[in-house]
């Protein structure tokens, strides 16, 4: 039904227009080379590529990080263009950074993620009273006052998560979330995402992960981003853990 209705939708507002984005890191060849992307209200977006193959600037040309050598971005309705343009653009748009030490900052967790709000001109009490629920909400609480840089890589996503999603953001940009993540903490994730109504946009290179949390995959070819269409289930061999271990097994 669901299906349906978003398909048969012809309001959907557009929130990401790039239309023939060029882009090559300084001294480099072109990483995008007139590339166009949209994404909509209520879009579950994931992009697979190879490495290399610019995933990342795309979401940071996104936030406007990177300057394109050309073309045109439209957010939410209005052309970007100069750094004073994307500043609104950071406070709609939650960015998971690939590494999450380029996310996480402050000493601890609590700290990192109320900056956020905190940011956004929410009082100290109210940004701590969003921080701890967020915590909560992620099933982290115990780390609050853990000191951030000794946190476990897996950890570490978590809170970085939290700082995003502590700024209550209109687009989640997701690069590579499940990345150091067990598979419990791996389903706990999937669970959040799918049940999250903010429209999101993820890379991975986990099949399954994809398949439980996007409806529609792009890839990038030849500095282009290329709509795939939907995932698809079949059937295939594949390697399990062996049972002894705890926390095997995927499901099917
Ligand atoms: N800061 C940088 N300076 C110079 N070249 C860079 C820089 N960052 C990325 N590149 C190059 O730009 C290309 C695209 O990089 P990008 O990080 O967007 O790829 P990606 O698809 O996200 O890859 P991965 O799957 O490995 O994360 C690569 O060839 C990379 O080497
Ligand atoms: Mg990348």
Same mark, same amino acid.
Request: overall charge negative; charged content about 30%.
């Given at each position: ?11 959907? !507002?557009?929130? %990401? ?24 209200? *209520? ?6 590529? #190879? ?12 936030? *406007? ?13 209005? @052309? ?8 609104? =653009? ?20 609590? @700290? $990192?993620?109320?900056? *956020? ?7 100290? &009490? @109210?940004?701590? $009273? ?24 897996? &950890?570490?996503?978590? =809170? ?15 690069? &590579? ?6 598979? !419990? ?12 109504? %903010? ?12 398949? @439980? ?6 890839? %990038? ?7 795939? *269409? ?8 594949? %390697? ?5 271990? #705890? ?6």
């Amino acid at each position: 039904m669901k299906e349906i209705k978003k398909q048969t939708d012809t309001n959907r !507002k557009r929130l %990401i227009h790039l239309k023939d984005i060029s882009y090559a890191y300084p001294g480099g060849m072109l990483v995008l080379n007139h590339m166009d992307l949209e994404f909509f209200r *209520g879009d579950r977006l994931g992009l697979v590529a #190879p490495n290399g193959s610019g995933k990342t600037t795309v979401f940071h040309i996104i936030m *406007g990080l990177l300057k394109p050598l050309s073309g045109y971005i439209e957010l939410f309705g209005s @052309e970007k263009k100069e750094e004073k343009d994307f500043v609104d =653009v950071r406070k709609r748009i939650g960015l998971l950074f690939q590494d999450s030490d380029d996310q996480l900052f402050c000493p601890t967790v609590l @700290e $990192d993620v109320a900056f *956020g709000p905190l940011n956004l001109g929410k009082s100290r &009490e @109210e940004a701590l $009273d969003i921080s701890k629920k967020t915590l909560e909400f992620l099933g982290i609480s115990e780390f609050e006052n853990r000191i951030t840089f000794k946190l476990s890589g897996g &950890e570490k996503r978590l =809170v970085a998560l939290a700082t995003i999603l502590s700024m209550e953001p209109e687009i989640l940009l997701l690069d &590579e979330p499940t990345t150091g993540l067990d598979e !419990k903490t791996r389903a706990i994730l999937t669970k959040i995402i799918q049940e999250t109504d %903010i429209s999101y946009m993820l890379i991975s290179h986990n099949a399954d992960f994809l398949y @439980e949390c996007t409806d529609n995959i792009f890839t %990038i070819k030849d500095g282009r981003v290329i709509n795939q *269409g939907k995932m698809y289930r079949h059937s295939h061999d594949h %390697i399990h853990t062996p049972s002894f271990l #705890p926390d095997h097994g995927h499901g099917h």
